[in-house]
């Protein structure tokens, strides 16, 4: 895609810019544009804070197709580019990632998630080698990177707060512990499908090192334990959001540990955690109502801001409707209503008598309204 943009001749950039010119205001006598005293005549003439407003309306090949027009062009583009998708790239994104990373010195945001794997372990070394103030990396499907790249990243990229390797499952749980002892200031991680690098050992890692963190998904990764998830709840209290969907080792233990050492989680999935019972339930409500005073009262009328919002118990069979009442009762942001899904209870045919305030609000309204006599 780069090489495309050196075919464009200086002949065909002047035509461009001539049309640009005439479609737009301002032009002077000579055909030019005034800009702070200077007229522009031709596309070299163009400011690079104009450029970089410019390309920042179009898409990501453009911009990348821009940057292979001059070497002036290129500079610029490089310094000033903050955030990038390769996504759109479906060939060659590796030999991309490397003609392109030792100019992205000031990229913050890079999303190279991919349909079928491209990416190898030389392009994300060059990432870390180059872009040291990146603070959020998308690696998903990332299926041919090794330990290499966690421990480059480690390196590399320090400031990173978000962090996606999903379904990255050469990833091992030793690499991923080593790099968050220097990735401290992660928020957001998702290690979904990451059989291999999530494991209670590395989670003890991110309990030990992550205290910032706000959400994690573990969903399928059934060598998450109890241990694990005990650390992380008591490692980042701040956790809001916490996927453990098919983590099919954990206990009630897990929930108890989160429900006393989270307290602001507001997402939480148990789907296919089928060891979970009400007692894990129970503590949930009960930390609600251990919470309450100190952050409900306050905030009378937003009650759908605070406490726990979603939570996904499919395929927990061995739930009651009394624990999941109460849960209902506590939290009344979970809606069981139709077309606000927050309680996902799908397959627990023994809960179908749980409801939300929203349903029992519309019971008492529709037992209030008198019926015609007869």
Request: glycine share 8%; aromatic share 6%; hydrophobic share 40%.
């Amino acid at each position: 895609m780069v090489g495309e943009a050196t075919n464009l001749s200086s002949e065909d950039l002047n035509l461009c810019f001539e049309k640009m010119m005439m479609a737009g205001a301002g032009a002077d006598r000579a055909g030019g544009v005034k800009m702070d005293g200077v007229v522009i005549t031709e596309w070299k003439d163009i400011p690079m804070e104009l450029l970089l407003r410019i390309l920042s309306l179009v898409d990501e090949p453009t911009v990348i197709v821009a940057s292979g027009v001059c070497s002036g062009w290129r500079d610029a583009i490089c310094l000033g580019l903050t955030h990038l998708s390769l996504s759109w790239c479906k060939n060659n994104m590796n030999n991309l990632v490397l003609s392109l990373a030792p100019k992205l010195t000031k990229l913050q945001t890079l999303v190279l998630r991919q349909d079928k794997p491209q990416l190898e372990d030389n392009a994300v070394e060059a990432i870390a080698n180059s872009c040291h103030d990146l603070q959020d990396l998308d690696l998903s499907k990332s299926f041919k990177l090794s330990d290499r790249s966690l421990y480059a990243l480690a390196h590399g990229c320090p400031n990173l707060t978000r962090l996606n390797i999903s379904g990255c499952t050469s990833f091992s749980d030793h690499a991923l512990a080593y790099l968050c002892g220097f990735c401290w200031k992660l928020k957001i991680l998702n290690l979904c499908g990451c059989v291999k690098a999530a494991t209670d050992y590395a989670l003890q890692a991110i309990g030990r090192n992550c205290n910032q963190l706000q959400s994690l998904n573990l969903g399928w990764c059934e060598d998450v334990g109890d241990v694990g998830v005990m650390n992380l709840a008591y490692g980042c209290p701040d956790l809001r959001s916490l996927d453990l969907c098919g983590c099919v080792c954990i206990t009630d233990d897990s929930v108890i540990a989160l429900a006393n050492g989270c307290p602001h989680l507001r997402s939480l999935g148990l789907y296919y955690c089928r060891n979970i019972t009400d007692r894990a339930i129970y503590s949930l409500a009960q930390s609600g109502v251990k919470n309450k005073p100190g952050i409900w009262e306050s905030m009378k009328g937003r009650y759908d801001e605070e406490g726990l919002q979603s939570l996904n118990i499919s395929q927990c069979t061995a739930l009651t409707p009394p624990a999941v009442q109460a849960l209902c009762d506590t939290f009344p942001a979970l809606h069981t209503c139709s077309g606000r899904h927050s309680l996902v209870m799908s397959g627990c045919l023994n809960l179908t008598s749980v409801h939300c305030v929203c349903a029992g609000q519309s019971h008492r309204t529709a037992s209030s309204i008198p019926h015609p006599a007869h």
